[in-house]
């Protein structure tokens, strides 16, 4: 099982980004894939989440700035994050959970500037 996140960078305040993440391997059928993002010395956090069916849920503070999405690819999602700031810089890590599991990807940083 793997998940592999992508997209992530540094970019300045007000500009956007784009995270994807695969999964793969032996983990189907998937109930719900997201991300969940750590600042260095707090806890994670959830941020995005996507369930099979499309419902999608995300936290206050980036609602009306980020959209979650599935891919074309089966098991693939994407999180476009626009609008931002300094306090969205986070390592941003993409899950999936099946009936039983809950899989983590490895962490993409995101770095944003003033």
């Known amino acids: 099982v793997q998940l592999q996140a992508s997209g992530g960078g540094s970019v300045q305040a007000g500009e956007s980004l784009r995270l994807s993440c695969a999964a793969s391997?032996?983990?189907?059928?998937?109930?719900?894939m997201g991300w969940y993002r750590q600042v260095s010395g707090k806890r994670r956090e959830p941020v995005a989440s996507i369930t099979s069916a499309g419902s999608t849920d995300y936290a206050d503070s980036v609602k009306g700035r980020f959209i979650i999405s599935r891919g074309d690819a089966e098991n693939t999602i994407h999180l476009q994050m626009n609008s931002l700031t300094p306090e969205d810089t986070a390592v941003f890590y993409c899950?999936?959970?099946?009936?039983?599991?809950?899989?983590w990807g490895q962490g993409t940083q995101v770095t944003v500037s003033s």
């Open positions: 391997g032996n983990i189907f059928p998937v109930n719900s």
């Open positions: 899950y999936a959970v099946t009936r039983s599991d809950r899989f």
